[in-house]
């Protein structure tokens, strides 16, 4: 009884972690575009590893909660093995990292020679975590400590990173698939089971699998916070406020900003809903507003009320008045969508990255705009408007015109074709 | 390297003081300070392209004397950092020392700009006999925000070093900069000085300008002497005698191509179209915000509409204009301006 209790204080995750591969989502993995059984390759390399076998390590490399990590401790479980962890979270300089798997790598302790018992893999979970590039030392050790392992190595990341290139020479990638939404609902309905729920509504399943894209650790702490927030698993609006701030979302606020919001209210609603860094919302607001609104004259509208949201968005930056703040969320919010009235939407639109223009001199130009801003001093960035523009025309009247000038910059041919042109 | 400089308006760029077309209030007051051997923080304001640039390095020039290569320094605070430089503010970053609050242990980061350009030159003391160094900032508004940490470094090193900031808009200045400068405004050049420099300039290069031209140069380039004189050049290549034909066609000459296609869009009322080549004439050319509604205006003339359509088309400019003061994104104030006219364009 006492067991059970403390049981139910773990987070499901931990709770409901796969013991063997039996219990598990098998997760698929793809190596050079061809799908293959994650289990059974890692198995095979498992078993066949030797001490002065090529291949020392794997790389498991895939998005966050879809069982990179439950995977080997599932097998290491099957096949009696002892896991040798290191992560983020408690391997964080060097030193620590060598000294941890230094003495795992290589010695069998004395122990493990009388009793026979485990067999041990080495698991370098999140390496993309640990070793940035603020810390490079640690590529060095992984790799010497993969040349001299007497035992397994498996590395986990979640995305390709450039400062880990020595290590991705070395070693077999498998990158892992996100699961499905199938594999997904029929384990939170195993869970729910074990749990002794049965007052929930399928629908909620899915909603909770297709926001979470096949992870399915989100899903299952998503499921949790529904079932033990006070299980009004009713509306779907609880799954709304669980959901995680992703790139995505922005894509989806700006569609419902334009197709779903139908008063002001609604426009508040969902802007204060979301996590989304206001300040370069609006920006995305309008970049993609001519997408959704096609009448002129409603454009006028939509963008005379974005343009008073930017001019007062300044002022609170420069007065640090955050009273104003409020209009700015009405007018860039409410006063854009609502501009809308007969406009035509299509059905698919593509939301794009809003387009910023910054004041950077193109590469072709930067040497000739430093050059005339040593004679004329004035900043490259005027050259760029003023003074290039006439060198141009001048240069183009007269060829002899166009030698003095060149004599008199000394420029050579390439920026003699900025001229040209 | 100046002396062969095939360009007139860096060829008969003044180098004094006295040199300087006009403003002989200006002068004066300069010269008090040079005589006096003292001055406050400056703050020159004016039009774009009035001269405040050349009359602020000329003046530090004078009061330097002998040791003002050493002790006079010219920032642009629109040109962005390079990737190296922010690499070294970074390292020059700090940690807060406080153990109490929200900031307890923190880092610190500085602007790129005070830190890597601004401080290693006025905390070194002054070279030679000046009495104090003298740093020119210009475009100093783009510093925004940032302008806050200007105001500690003019207090702290302002002994040993004055600021001359330079700045065409300035409402954008903070007021606790604004209260610690001296602020000197810059006219534009009168019309007797100006005709006397450019008669000055053409006699020098062996042309002839009529007076109705002059006027309409005057008129045109806004008091600009910089650009009055371009036109001068492209015209002096066209014919030794300027009259007013041959200014219009140079003066045709020098509006941007693009431009007009931008216009041509507009009067087509196709919005997406607009916007796109606004963004491409932006980033070939920087042109900032204010920039852009100046080309839009200058290109009145050459429209054909009627008055009150013309009225709105300025009133129109105008607004936006006014909207960018506070504005932070050009690329919204701009789009703003354009639905109006392609609005405009598609009633009649």
């Given at each position: 009884?006492?067991?059970r209790e403390?049981?139910?204080?773990?987070?499901?995750?931990?709770?409901?972690?796969?013991?063997s591969?039996?219990?598990?989502?098998?997760?698929?993995?793809?190596?050079?575009?061809?799908?293959?059984?994650?289990?059974?390759?890692?198995?095979?390399?498992?078993?066949?590893?030797?001490?002065?076998?090529?291949?020392?390590a794997?790389?498991?490399?895939?998005?966050?909660?879809i069982?990179?990590?439950?995977?080997?401790?599932?097998?290491?479980?099957?096949?009696?093995?002892q896991?040798?962890?290191?992560?983020a979270?408690?391997?964080?300089?060097?030193?620590?990292?060598k000294?941890?798997?230094?003495?795992?790598?290589?010695?069998?302790?004395?122990?493990?020679?009388?009793?026979?018992?485990?067999?041990?893999?080495?698991?370098?979970?999140?390496?993309?975590?640990?070793?940035?590039?603020?810390?490079?030392?640690?590529?060095?050790?992984?790799?010497?400590?993969?040349?001299?392992?007497?035992?397994?190595?498996?590395?986990?990341?979640?995305?390709?990173?450039?400062?880990?290139?020595?290590?991705?020479?070395?070693?077999?990638?498998?990158?892992?698939?996100?699961?499905?939404?199938?594999?997904?609902?029929?384990?939170?309905?195993?869970?729910?089971?074990?749990?002794?729920?049965?007052?929930?509504?399928?629908?909620?399943?899915?909603?909770?699998?297709?926001?979470?894209?096949?992870?399915?650790?989100?899903?299952?702490?998503?499921?949790?916070?529904?079932m033990?927030?006070?299980?009004?698993?009713?509306?779907?609006?609880?799954?709304?406020?669980?959901?995680?701030?992703?790139?995505?979302?922005?894509?989806?606020?700006?569609?419902?900003?334009?197709?779903?919001?139908?008063?002001l209210?609604?426009?508040?609603?969902?802007?204060?809903?979301?996590?989304?860094?206001?300040?370069?919302?609006?920006?995305?607001?309008?970049?993609?507003?001519?997408?959704?609104?096609?009448?002129?004259?409603?454009?006028?509208?939509?963008?005379?009320?974005?343009?008073?949201?930017?001019?007062?968005?300044?002022?609170?930056?420069?007065?640090?008045?955050?009273?104003?703040?409020?209009?700015?969320?009405?007018?860039?919010?409410?006063?854009?969508?609502?501009?809308?009235?007969?406009?035509?939407?299509?059905?698919?639109?593509?939301?794009?990255f809003?387009?910023?223009?910054?004041?950077?001199?193109?590469?072709?130009?930067?040497?000739?705009?430093?050059?005339?801003?040593?004679?004329?001093?004035i900043?490259?960035?005027?050259?760029?408007?003023?003074?290039?523009?006439?060198?141009?025309?001048?240069?183009?009247?007269?060829?002899?015109?166009?030698?003095?000038?060149?004599?008199?910059?000394?420029?050579d041919?390439?920026?003699?074709?900025?001229?040209?042109? | 390297?100046?002396?062969?400089?095939?360009?007139?308006?860096?060829?008969?760029?003044?180098?004094?003081?006295?040199?300087?077309?006009?403003?002989?209030?200006?002068?004066?007051?300069l010269?008090?300070?040079?005589?006096?051997?003292?001055?406050?923080?400056?703050?020159?304001?004016?039009?774009?392209?009035v001269?405040?640039?050349?009359?602020?390095?000329?003046?530090?020039?004078?009061?330097?004397?002998?040791?003002?290569e050493?002790?006079?320094?010219?920032?642009?605070?629109?040109?962005?950092?390079?990737?190296?430089?922010?690499?070294?503010?970074?390292?020059?970053?700090t940690?807060?020392?406080?153990?109490?609050?929200?900031?307890?242990?923190?880092?610190?980061?500085?602007?790129?700009?005070?830190?890597?350009?601004?401080?290693?030159?006025?905390?070194?003391?002054?070279?030679?006999?000046?009495?104090f160094?003298?740093?020119?900032?210009?475009?100093?508004?783009?510093?925004?925000?940032?302008?806050?940490?200007?105001?500690?470094?003019?207090?702290?090193?302002?002994s040993?070093?004055?600021?001359?900031?330079?700045?065409?808009?300035?409402s954008?200045?903070?007021?606790?900069?604004?209260?610690?400068c001296?602020?000197?405004?810059?006219?534009?050049?009168?019309?007797?000085?100006?005709?006397?420099?450019?008669?000055?300039?053409?006699?020098?290069?062996?042309?002839?300008?009529?007076?109705?031209?002059?006027?309409?140069?005057?008129?045109?380039?806004?008091?600009?002497?910089?650009?009055?004189?371009?036109?001068?050049?492209?015209?002096?290549?066209?014919?030794?005698?300027?009259?007013?034909?041959?200014?219009?066609?140079?003066?045709?000459?020098?509006?941007?191509?693009?431009?007009?296609?931008?216009l041509?869009?507009?009067?087509?009322?196709?919005?997406?179209?607009?916007?796109?080549?606004?963004?491409?004439?932006?980033?070939?050319?920087?042109?900032?915000?204010?920039?852009?509604y100046?080309?839009?205006?200058?290109?009145?003339?050459?429209?054909?509409?009627?008055?009150?359509?013309?009225?709105?088309?300025?009133?129109?400019?105008?607004?936006?204009?006014?909207?960018?003061?506070?504005?932070?994104?050009?690329?919204?104030?701009?789009?703003?301006?354009?639905?109006?006219?392609?609005?405009?364009?598609?009633?009649?």
């Amino acid at each position: 009884m006492k067991q059970r209790e403390k049981k139910t204080e773990l987070p499901w995750v931990e709770k409901y972690r796969p013991k063997s591969i039996r219990d598990m989502a098998k997760p698929v993995a793809k190596v050079n575009r061809q799908k293959i059984d994650l289990i059974d390759e890692l198995i095979k390399f498992i078993k066949n590893f030797k001490k002065d076998s090529k291949e020392k390590a794997i790389l498991l490399e895939g998005s966050p909660g879809i069982g990179k990590t439950s995977v080997v401790y599932a097998i290491a479980n099957d096949l009696n093995m002892q896991v040798i962890e290191t992560n983020a979270s408690d391997t964080r300089t060097q030193r620590s990292l060598k000294s941890k798997l230094d003495e795992a790598s290589k010695a069998r302790d004395m122990m493990d020679f009388i009793s026979k018992s485990k067999n041990k893999i080495i698991l370098i979970d999140e390496i993309d975590g640990i070793y940035g590039v603020s810390d490079k030392g640690a590529i060095p050790t992984v790799l010497e400590i993969m040349n001299n392992s007497e035992f397994p190595i498996i590395i986990i990341a979640n995305e390709y990173k450039r400062s880990l290139t020595p290590i991705y020479k070395k070693v077999k990638k498998f990158e892992v698939q996100p699961l499905s939404e199938e594999a997904v609902i029929k384990i939170l309905e195993k869970i729910l089971k074990k749990e002794n729920i049965h007052d929930f509504k399928p629908k909620d399943l899915i909603s909770i699998a297709q926001k979470n894209k096949g992870d399915l650790r989100a899903s299952i702490n998503d499921l949790q916070g529904l079932m033990q927030g006070g299980r009004s698993a009713e509306s779907l609006r609880n799954i709304d406020e669980l959901q995680r701030d992703t790139s995505e979302v922005i894509f989806s606020l700006i569609r419902s900003l334009f197709t779903e919001v139908k008063t002001l209210i609604d426009a508040k609603r969902l802007l204060d809903k979301s996590d989304v860094d206001y300040s370069l919302l609006y920006r995305w607001v309008n970049e993609n507003l001519p997408k959704y609104i096609n009448l002129n004259d409603e454009l006028v509208d939509a963008f005379e009320n974005i343009s008073t949201a930017d001019q007062i968005f300044g002022r609170i930056r420069k007065y640090q008045n955050w009273a104003l703040l409020p209009y700015f969320f009405d007018l860039f919010g409410g006063g854009v969508s609502l501009a809308k009235k007969r406009s035509y939407t299509p059905k698919f639109v593509r939301t794009t990255f809003p387009e910023i223009i910054s004041n950077i001199i193109g590469r072709d130009k930067l040497s000739l705009a430093k050059k005339i801003e040593d004679v004329y001093e004035i900043s490259a960035i005027e050259a760029t408007r003023t003074v290039i523009p006439f060198l141009r025309l001048l240069s183009s009247k007269s060829i002899k015109m166009k030698k003095e000038i060149s004599d008199w910059l000394q420029l050579d041919s390439k920026e003699k074709q900025v001229l040209k042109k | 390297m100046t002396i062969n400089s095939p360009v007139w308006s860096v060829k008969y760029k003044p180098k004094t003081l006295s040199e300087i077309c006009g403003r002989e209030q200006i002068k004066f007051q300069l010269k008090e300070y040079i005589s006096k051997k003292n001055f406050p923080h400056l703050l020159l304001t004016g039009y774009y392209g009035v001269g405040k640039t050349t009359i602020a390095k000329c003046f530090a020039k004078e009061f330097l004397g002998g040791s003002y290569e050493s002790n006079l320094k010219t920032l642009f605070a629109d040109v962005p950092i390079s990737k190296e430089e922010r690499k070294q503010a970074g390292i020059r970053s700090t940690f807060s020392t406080g153990m109490i609050g929200s900031r307890a242990g923190k880092r610190r980061y500085i602007h790129p700009f005070l830190d890597i350009k601004v401080k290693p030159f006025i905390q070194i003391r002054v070279l030679g006999e000046a009495p104090f160094k003298i740093l020119v900032v210009k475009n100093f508004e783009a510093l925004g925000q940032f302008q806050q940490g200007f105001r500690r470094l003019m207090e702290t090193y302002g002994s040993n070093c004055r600021m001359i900031l330079i700045t065409s808009k300035i409402s954008t200045i903070i007021d606790p900069i604004i209260s610690r400068c001296q602020i000197l405004f810059i006219p534009p050049v009168e019309f007797k000085d100006y005709s006397d420099f450019i008669k000055g300039v053409s006699k020098k290069e062996d042309i002839n300008i009529n007076e109705p031209a002059l006027k309409i140069l005057y008129k045109y380039s806004e008091g600009q002497l910089n650009k009055a004189i371009n036109i001068l050049q492209l015209s002096a290549m066209l014919s030794t005698n300027i009259n007013s034909e041959v200014l219009y066609e140079v003066i045709n000459s020098t509006k941007d191509k693009k431009i007009k296609e931008l216009l041509k869009l507009i009067l087509k009322s196709d919005f997406s179209a607009v916007r796109a080549q606004l963004r491409a004439i932006r980033r070939e050319f920087n042109y900032s915000a204010q920039e852009v509604y100046k080309k839009l205006l200058d290109e009145i003339f050459i429209l054909p509409l009627s008055k009150s359509i013309k009225i709105q088309y300025i009133n129109y400019i105008a607004e936006a204009d006014f909207k960018s003061i506070d504005g932070l994104d050009p690329d919204i104030q701009l789009s703003n301006l354009v639905s109006k006219l392609c609005f405009l364009f598609e009633k009649i």
